[in-house]
Protein backbone atom coordinates (compact mmCIF):
# COMPACT_ATOMS: atom_id res chain seq x y z
CA UNK A 1 0.00 0.00 0.00
CA UNK A 2 1.06 3.56 -0.99
CA UNK A 3 2.17 5.55 1.69
CA UNK A 4 0.71 9.44 2.15
CA UNK A 5 1.97 11.82 -0.43
CA UNK A 6 4.29 14.52 0.25
CA UNK A 7 1.91 17.02 0.22
CA UNK A 8 -0.38 15.33 2.83
CA UNK A 9 2.78 14.59 4.94
CA UNK A 10 3.93 18.54 5.19
CA UNK A 11 0.12 19.57 5.49
CA UNK A 12 -0.01 17.19 8.51
CA UNK A 13 3.65 18.43 9.94
CA UNK A 14 2.35 21.68 9.76
CA UNK A 15 -1.14 20.88 11.26
CA UNK A 16 0.53 19.17 14.15
CA UNK A 17 2.72 22.14 15.25
CA UNK A 18 0.09 24.40 14.97
CA UNK A 19 -2.01 22.15 17.12
CA UNK A 20 0.96 21.43 19.69
CA UNK A 21 2.15 25.21 19.81
CA UNK A 22 -1.33 26.03 21.55
CA UNK A 23 -0.86 23.21 24.68
CA UNK A 24 1.00 25.49 26.83
CA UNK A 25 -0.96 28.72 26.35
CA UNK A 26 -4.50 26.37 27.07
CA UNK A 27 -2.93 24.69 30.11
CA UNK A 28 -1.69 28.50 31.30
CA UNK A 29 -4.85 29.78 30.93
CA UNK A 30 -6.57 26.64 32.75
CA UNK A 31 -5.43 27.72 35.76
CA UNK A 32 -4.81 24.37 37.48
CA UNK A 33 -2.99 21.80 39.21
CA UNK A 34 -0.43 19.89 36.35
CA UNK A 35 -1.90 16.75 37.26
CA UNK A 36 -5.51 17.78 37.39
CA UNK A 37 -4.75 19.36 33.92
CA UNK A 38 -3.78 16.33 32.61
CA UNK A 39 -6.20 13.68 34.37
CA UNK A 40 -8.94 15.68 32.65
CA UNK A 41 -7.19 16.20 29.58
CA UNK A 42 -6.64 12.28 28.81
CA UNK A 43 -10.56 11.39 30.22
CA UNK A 44 -11.84 13.92 27.69
CA UNK A 45 -9.29 12.95 24.57
CA UNK A 46 -10.75 9.14 25.42
CA UNK A 47 -14.00 9.76 25.23
CA UNK A 48 -13.84 11.57 22.37
CA UNK A 49 -11.80 9.36 20.48
CA UNK A 50 -13.65 5.73 21.81
CA UNK A 51 -16.33 5.81 18.95
CA UNK A 52 -12.99 5.56 16.31
CA UNK A 53 -11.08 3.34 18.64
CA UNK A 54 -14.11 0.76 18.83
CA UNK A 55 -14.77 0.45 14.91
CA UNK A 56 -10.33 0.31 14.65
CA UNK A 57 -10.27 -2.80 17.23
CA UNK A 58 -12.50 -4.69 15.55
CA UNK A 59 -10.48 -4.49 12.41
CA UNK A 60 -6.64 -4.35 13.98
CA UNK A 61 -7.33 -6.28 17.67
CA UNK A 62 -4.57 -5.83 19.79
CA UNK A 63 -2.61 -8.83 20.84
CA UNK A 64 0.08 -10.11 22.52
CA UNK A 65 3.23 -8.01 22.14
CA UNK A 66 1.05 -5.01 20.46
CA UNK A 67 -0.92 -5.29 23.06
CA UNK A 68 1.78 -4.83 25.57
CA UNK A 69 3.58 -2.20 23.92
CA UNK A 70 0.48 -0.04 23.92
CA UNK A 71 -0.30 -0.11 27.18
CA UNK A 72 3.56 0.89 28.65
CA UNK A 73 3.28 3.57 25.64
CA UNK A 74 -0.35 4.68 27.92
CA UNK A 75 2.11 4.77 30.70
CA UNK A 76 5.00 6.47 29.26
CA UNK A 77 2.59 9.04 28.04
CA UNK A 78 0.68 9.75 30.91
CA UNK A 79 4.37 10.10 32.90
CA UNK A 80 4.92 12.67 30.11
CA UNK A 81 2.21 14.86 30.26
CA UNK A 82 2.15 14.58 34.48
CA UNK A 83 6.14 16.06 34.37
CA UNK A 84 5.74 18.36 31.71
CA UNK A 85 2.34 20.13 32.38
CA UNK A 86 3.43 20.35 35.60
CA UNK A 87 6.58 21.75 34.20
CA UNK A 88 5.12 25.05 33.66
CA UNK A 89 3.81 26.20 37.26
CA UNK A 90 7.69 26.65 37.86
CA UNK A 91 8.99 27.96 34.62
CA UNK A 92 8.45 29.95 31.96
CA UNK A 93 6.28 28.69 28.66
CA UNK A 94 9.56 29.23 26.96
CA UNK A 95 11.22 27.29 28.61
CA UNK A 96 9.02 24.31 29.43
CA UNK A 97 8.10 24.03 25.44
CA UNK A 98 11.97 24.16 24.31
CA UNK A 99 13.10 21.85 27.00
CA UNK A 100 10.23 19.34 26.26
CA UNK A 101 11.17 19.67 22.64
CA UNK A 102 14.68 18.22 22.97
CA UNK A 103 12.70 15.11 22.17
CA UNK A 104 14.31 14.54 19.00
CA UNK A 105 17.04 13.82 20.93
CA UNK A 106 16.22 11.28 22.44
CA UNK A 107 14.20 9.87 19.98
CA UNK A 108 17.50 9.64 17.73
CA UNK A 109 19.46 7.84 20.89
CA UNK A 110 16.92 5.35 21.60
CA UNK A 111 16.14 4.44 17.80
CA UNK A 112 20.09 4.18 17.25
CA UNK A 113 21.21 1.74 20.69
CA UNK A 114 17.32 -0.14 20.35
CA UNK A 115 16.37 0.03 17.17
CA UNK A 116 19.60 0.07 15.44
CA UNK A 117 18.90 2.78 13.21
CA UNK A 118 21.66 4.64 12.29
CA UNK A 119 20.89 8.83 11.56
CA UNK A 120 22.96 10.35 8.54
CA UNK A 121 25.30 13.00 9.26
CA UNK A 122 22.78 15.17 7.99
CA UNK A 123 20.27 14.09 10.21
CA UNK A 124 22.30 14.22 12.99
CA UNK A 125 23.51 17.57 12.29
CA UNK A 126 19.74 18.90 11.91
CA UNK A 127 18.65 17.62 15.13
CA UNK A 128 21.68 19.02 16.45
CA UNK A 129 21.17 22.31 15.37
CA UNK A 130 17.34 22.20 15.84
CA UNK A 131 17.77 21.80 19.52
CA UNK A 132 20.65 24.51 19.37
CA UNK A 133 18.34 27.10 18.04
CA UNK A 134 15.25 25.67 20.40
CA UNK A 135 17.96 26.16 23.26
CA UNK A 136 18.76 29.92 22.42
CA UNK A 137 14.95 30.86 22.35
CA UNK A 138 14.27 29.36 25.98
CA UNK A 139 18.20 30.79 27.48
CA UNK A 140 16.64 33.85 28.50
CA UNK A 141 13.59 32.31 30.41
CA UNK A 142 15.41 29.84 32.36
CA UNK A 143 15.42 31.82 34.98
CA UNK A 144 11.78 32.18 35.21
CA UNK A 145 9.23 31.05 37.19
CA UNK A 146 9.01 30.61 40.68
CA UNK A 147 10.99 27.24 40.79
CA UNK A 148 12.79 27.59 37.06
CA UNK A 149 15.45 24.16 38.07
CA UNK A 150 12.63 22.54 39.39
CA UNK A 151 10.54 23.22 36.11
CA UNK A 152 13.02 22.64 33.58
CA UNK A 153 14.15 19.01 34.88
CA UNK A 154 10.51 17.91 34.56
CA UNK A 155 10.14 19.53 31.47
CA UNK A 156 13.47 17.32 30.34
CA UNK A 157 12.14 13.88 31.63
CA UNK A 158 8.66 14.71 30.07
CA UNK A 159 10.82 14.86 26.76
CA UNK A 160 12.30 11.59 27.16
CA UNK A 161 9.02 10.11 27.99
CA UNK A 162 7.08 11.66 25.12
CA UNK A 163 10.29 10.11 22.90
CA UNK A 164 9.91 6.80 24.22
CA UNK A 165 5.61 6.55 23.76
CA UNK A 166 6.43 7.78 20.54
CA UNK A 167 8.58 4.99 19.45
CA UNK A 168 6.94 2.32 20.76
CA UNK A 169 3.45 3.95 18.99
CA UNK A 170 5.69 3.74 15.85
CA UNK A 171 6.61 -0.13 16.52
CA UNK A 172 2.88 -0.78 17.33
CA UNK A 173 1.66 0.69 14.04
CA UNK A 174 4.17 -1.06 11.74
CA UNK A 175 3.10 -4.03 13.25
CA UNK A 176 -0.01 -3.92 11.76
CA UNK A 177 -2.12 -2.34 14.10
CA UNK A 178 -4.17 0.94 13.33
CA UNK A 179 -3.77 4.30 14.06
CA UNK A 180 -7.26 4.29 16.16
CA UNK A 181 -6.81 1.58 17.95
CA UNK A 182 -3.25 2.30 19.09
CA UNK A 183 -4.03 5.79 20.05
CA UNK A 184 -7.60 4.86 21.38
CA UNK A 185 -5.76 2.52 23.97
CA UNK A 186 -3.20 4.33 24.63
CA UNK A 187 -4.61 7.67 25.79
CA UNK A 188 -6.95 5.26 27.60
CA UNK A 189 -4.31 3.89 29.20
CA UNK A 190 -2.91 7.13 30.48
CA UNK A 191 -6.02 8.38 31.26
CA UNK A 192 -6.64 5.84 33.83
CA UNK A 193 -3.14 6.16 35.00
CA UNK A 194 -3.63 9.90 35.56
CA UNK A 195 -6.67 9.60 37.42
CA UNK A 196 -6.24 9.03 40.85
CA UNK A 197 -2.90 11.12 40.55
CA UNK A 198 -4.47 14.35 42.34
CA UNK A 199 -6.41 12.84 44.86
CA UNK A 200 -2.85 10.80 45.91
CA UNK A 201 -1.73 14.40 45.89
CA UNK A 202 -4.62 15.76 48.28
CA UNK A 203 -5.53 18.13 45.13
CA UNK A 204 -9.07 18.91 44.87
CA UNK A 205 -10.23 17.46 41.60
CA UNK A 206 -14.06 17.86 40.95
CA UNK A 207 -14.17 21.52 43.28
CA UNK A 208 -12.70 24.45 43.13
CA UNK A 209 -12.29 24.93 39.45
CA UNK A 210 -14.73 27.15 37.32
CA UNK A 211 -16.15 26.02 33.87
CA UNK A 212 -13.23 28.60 32.05
CA UNK A 213 -10.94 25.76 33.53
CA UNK A 214 -13.01 22.97 32.05
CA UNK A 215 -13.63 25.02 28.76
CA UNK A 216 -9.91 25.22 28.38
CA UNK A 217 -8.84 21.57 29.46
CA UNK A 218 -11.80 20.83 26.79
CA UNK A 219 -9.87 22.58 24.33
CA UNK A 220 -6.41 21.20 25.45
CA UNK A 221 -7.98 18.00 24.54
CA UNK A 222 -9.56 18.36 21.27
CA UNK A 223 -6.60 20.30 19.73
CA UNK A 224 -3.14 19.99 20.85
CA UNK A 225 -4.33 16.14 21.81
CA UNK A 226 -6.50 14.54 19.41
CA UNK A 227 -5.17 17.10 16.24
CA UNK A 228 -1.67 17.04 17.48
CA UNK A 229 -0.61 14.18 19.05
CA UNK A 230 -3.02 12.18 16.60
CA UNK A 231 -0.96 13.39 13.53
CA UNK A 232 1.90 12.96 14.98
CA UNK A 233 1.59 9.46 15.86
CA UNK A 234 -0.06 9.06 11.83
CA UNK A 235 3.32 10.77 10.83
CA UNK A 236 5.93 8.27 13.18
CA UNK A 237 4.74 5.45 10.99
CA UNK A 238 5.64 7.06 7.70
CA UNK A 239 8.33 9.13 7.98
CA UNK A 240 11.60 9.11 9.70
CA UNK A 241 11.05 9.17 13.34
CA UNK A 242 13.71 11.63 13.98
CA UNK A 243 12.65 13.69 11.06
CA UNK A 244 9.00 14.13 12.87
CA UNK A 245 10.07 14.89 16.41
CA UNK A 246 12.89 17.26 15.09
CA UNK A 247 10.14 19.57 13.01
CA UNK A 248 7.97 19.57 15.88
CA UNK A 249 10.39 21.67 17.15
CA UNK A 250 8.69 24.76 15.76
CA UNK A 251 6.35 24.19 18.63
CA UNK A 252 8.53 26.37 20.62
CA UNK A 253 8.57 29.31 18.09
CA UNK A 254 4.36 28.86 18.04
CA UNK A 255 4.63 29.03 21.62
CA UNK A 256 6.63 32.06 21.87
CA UNK A 257 4.30 33.81 19.58
CA UNK A 258 0.89 33.20 21.12
CA UNK A 259 2.67 33.88 24.79
CA UNK A 260 3.36 37.16 23.24
CA UNK A 261 -0.14 37.65 22.18
CA UNK A 262 -1.96 35.95 24.76
CA UNK A 263 0.68 37.13 28.20
CA UNK A 264 2.19 40.03 26.61
CA UNK A 265 5.57 38.12 27.09
CA UNK A 266 8.06 39.70 24.71
CA UNK A 267 10.30 37.77 22.99
CA UNK A 268 13.78 38.65 23.13
CA UNK A 269 16.74 39.16 20.37
CA UNK A 270 18.09 35.61 21.66
CA UNK A 271 14.04 34.23 20.64
CA UNK A 272 14.67 35.67 17.32
CA UNK A 273 17.84 34.35 16.87
CA UNK A 274 17.10 31.37 17.94
CA UNK A 275 13.65 30.81 15.47
CA UNK A 276 16.55 31.33 12.91
CA UNK A 277 19.00 28.71 14.37
CA UNK A 278 16.04 26.23 14.52
CA UNK A 279 14.28 26.82 11.33
CA UNK A 280 17.67 25.67 9.84
CA UNK A 281 17.38 22.81 12.23
CA UNK A 282 14.45 21.61 10.81
CA UNK A 283 15.41 22.37 6.97
CA UNK A 284 18.18 20.37 7.12
CA UNK A 285 16.89 16.91 8.82
CA UNK A 286 13.81 17.28 6.55
CA UNK A 287 16.29 16.98 3.62
CA UNK A 288 18.56 14.23 4.90
CA UNK A 289 15.19 12.04 6.14
CA UNK A 290 14.41 12.48 2.38
CA UNK A 291 17.53 11.13 0.99
CA UNK A 292 17.50 8.54 3.46
CA UNK A 293 13.90 7.62 2.70
CA UNK A 294 14.74 7.53 -1.24
CA UNK A 295 17.93 4.93 -0.28
CA UNK A 296 15.45 2.80 1.73
CA UNK A 297 13.34 2.95 -1.57
CA UNK A 298 16.43 1.80 -3.73
CA UNK A 299 16.86 -0.91 -0.84
CA UNK A 300 13.89 -2.22 -0.91
CA UNK A 301 13.04 -2.26 -4.30
CA UNK A 302 13.33 -5.36 -6.81
CA UNK A 303 16.92 -6.66 -7.89
CA UNK A 304 15.95 -5.65 -11.61
CA UNK A 305 14.05 -2.70 -11.10
CA UNK A 306 17.49 -1.40 -8.78
CA UNK A 307 19.52 -2.50 -11.73
CA UNK A 308 17.21 -0.35 -14.04
CA UNK A 309 17.54 3.06 -12.18
CA UNK A 310 13.78 2.73 -12.06
CA UNK A 311 13.74 3.64 -8.54
CA UNK A 312 15.23 6.60 -7.39
Known amino acids: MAGPSAARIVSLLAVAVLASSLAAIFIRLADAPGVVVAAYRMVLAALVM ?10 TALRGRALGLTLLAGVLLAAHFATWITSLSYTSVAAAVTLGSTTPLWVALLSWLLLSRVPTLTILLGVLLAVAGGAVIGFGDLASGSAPLVGDALALVGAVFLASYLLLGRSVQLSGVGLGAYVGVAYGVSAVVLLPLPWLLGLPYLVGYGATTFLWIALLALVPQLVGHTSINYLMKHIDPTVVTT ?15 VFAEVPTAL ?15 MWGGRIMQRKSNRDDA ?11
Not at 253 to 261: E, F, M, N, R, Y
Open 271 to 285: TVLGALVLLSGVTLT
Open 247 to 261: VALLEPVGASVLALL
Open 50 to 59: LPWTIRSLRK
Open 302 to 312: PPDLQERGRIR
